[in-house]
């Protein structure tokens, strides 16, 4: 395994949301000249380690939650690549006890603030530029998808280098 190589609990739409979120991210790709990626919500990132370790927890994960009702909202953005534009995702009680369950599963001890969102693109643009798509897309994305599988992604690096390591169904 590659040093460095970061892993991700991903859940991603199916069918006709899946569709129309890839749409929106690609068109705004080609427009900005930003990178094309999945639709996701991403349960927990940035995890290193042996890959069979980490595709093994990530079962145990999955096995420990069930499926979810995620629900996008207000478009925001921050100064951050990864966070430039996005929906947010409503905190619900059952996504923050999966996410509770991926941290306790992966050990992990400190951990910034759980704030889920679905990125719709990825860069570094001025403010200007992300509040006038915000102004032409409208201010939000009232979009609802139920999460049914668990992904693993191998997710480091420019996202055209992302790949699909596993999946699991959620209980």
Known sequence: MPAGNKYSLLLIPGGEVFDRLSQIIRRLSIRYGGPDF??????LGGRGGLR??????AARVAAGIRPLTLRLGEIGFLDEYFRCLFAHVALTKPLR?????????FGARREPAFTPHLSLLYGDYPRSLKEGIIAEMGPRLDVRFKARVLYVWLAHGHPRHWRRVASFPLK
């Open 97 to 105: 006890e999966a996410h509770q369950k991926a941290l306790e599963v």
């Open 38 to 43: 999945p639709p996701h919500v991403t349960l």
């Open 52 to 57: 069979e370790d980490l595709v093994a927890k």
